[in-house]
């Protein structure tokens, strides 16, 4: 009889061991479903990011062309500095 409650006990200690287990498991595989979705969804922002970032980026090298210009320099010349071509003449206009 003392064999037969040892054996019991054994096959319940067995069964509770492999019960811990599969849940241990469980946790370990839903946690991971967790992190990767987490990871998912921060790559998704990150690229999002990226893309207006190299819009930005974009617009930035465009603007930086369009000044090098002579038509730019020219413009910006005569505005911010009052300068005139040969042949031109300035007139200011002064408000009273």
Do not use: W
């Not at 003392?2 to 946690?31: E, P, W």
């Not at 921060?42 to 603007?63: F, G, P, S, V």
């Amino acid at each position: 009889m003392a064999r037969k409650k040892k054996s019991s006990f054994l096959r319940m200690l067995g069964t509770l061991v492999l019960v811990c287990l599969l849940g241990y498991f469980c946790y370990m595989y839903i946690n991971q479903g967790i992190v990767l979705q987490r990871q998912n969804e921060q790559i998704d922002r990150m690229t999002q990011e990226n893309a207006r970032l190299e819009e930005e980026y974009q617009k930035m090298l465009d603007e930086v062309q369009n000044k090098s210009t002579l038509e730019y320099i020219d413009k910006y010349m005569r505005s911010h500095f009052g300068m005139v071509k040969d042949g031109e003449i300035r007139v200011d206009i002064v408000e009273e």
